[in-house]
């Protein structure tokens, strides 16, 4: 069974920095990829990060490249977000996700 546990979320001042974890068990690890994904209050959860197996190829969302970086630790099944720069409109809860499952989300609030 997939369990996905996101940690690190917390209050930061808008141009501060938060690096998220992600640490997955139930299933193998270094066989897929693995996204992050947030959802802001009101609108739908979206997906912003994507990473390959091996951590070769990631992909992100217009809104976070360049600030955000998504990185990988196939030894320690786990997942990481470095957001730099925030913003107030990336306050969200963030979430992991692999093969349909997410975590409890950690919650990322931007405010001066």
């Known amino acids: 069974q997939v369990r996905l546990v996101e940690s690190g979320g917390g209050l930061v001042q808008p141009g501060g920095s938060l690096r998220l974890s992600c640490a997955a068990s139930?299933?193998?690890?270094?066989?897929?990829?693995m996204t992050w994904y947030r959802r802001a209050p009101g609108k739908e959860r979206e997906p912003i990060a994507t990473?390959?197996?091996?951590?070769?190829?990631?992909n992100y969302a217009a809104s976070v490249k360049g600030r955000f970086t998504i990185s990988r630790d196939n030894a320690k099944n786990t997942v990481y977000l470095q957001m730099n720069n925030l913003k107030p409109e990336d306050t969200a809860v963030y979430y992991c996700?692999?093969?349909?499952?997410w975590g409890q989300g950690t919650q990322v609030t931007v405010s001066s």
């Open positions: 990473i390959s197996v091996h951590g070769t190829s990631t």
């Open positions: 996700g692999v093969l349909g499952s």
């Open positions: 139930g299933y193998a690890f270094g066989s897929y990829a």
